[in-house]
């Protein structure tokens, strides 16, 4: 395959080439077909825009790399949101940015360990599930979707999953 200089290549090229397999690529790693469609317009913008004018030799490696830095990047995010969450979950106090002292967000962290440990004696369907939901920003319908189950199936295992860090916390 001849060299492929970003700068060159037509978008109707970059969509052809690369839309089905990054789907793909996102739909195996996020369960949502919303997202992983918004992944992968995300890449061909951070394709678009590279400031690469010189000629690449595996331009799929390239668009990979892309698509892997952006879950990546999500992850982060995932993570930071996660551990707002399960301060809410816990029914701590969630302050100002001002107020994310070095303690402060050690004990988050701790925090979130020991709600994920309490959510093992929970059942593991029933901790992925209220992961997705409450960590990962997935709606109850996509969770469904995602386990091939019901919404109010979904919906069971999250009331579960509530109750037990409810009762485990002393509440």
């Known amino acids: 395959m001849p060299p492929l200089a970003v700068s060159n290549l037509p978008s109707e090229g970059i969509d052809e080439r690369f839309r089905g397999p990054l789907m793909s690529f996102f739909l195996r790693r996020v369960g949502s077909r919303a997202e992983a ?7 061909f913008l951070r394709l678009l825009g590279a400031k690469r004018p ?5 331009p799929a490696a390239f668009v990979f790399r892309i698509a892997a830095n952006l879950l990546r990047d999500r992850h982060r995010v995932s993570q930071r949101r996660g551990e707002h969450i399960a301060l809410e979950v816990l029914g701590a106090e969630t302050g100002s940015v001002d107020d994310l002292t070095p303690e402060r967000i050690l004990l988050a962290q701790d925090a979130v360990r020991d709600a ?10 029933t901790k992925e599930i209220f992961l997705l939901w409450r960590v990962s920003g997935m709606t109850q319908r996509e969770v469904a979707d995602w386990f091939g189950c019901s919404q109010r199936n979904v919906e069971k295992h999250i009331l579960k999953a509530t109750v037990h860090l409810m009762m485990r916390n002393g509440r």
């Open 37 to 43: 469609e918004d992944l992968t317009q995300q890449v």
């Open 54 to 58: 010189d000629a690449l030799t595996d």
């Open 116 to 125: 994920l440990a309490r959510l093992d004696g929970a059942g593991a369907r």
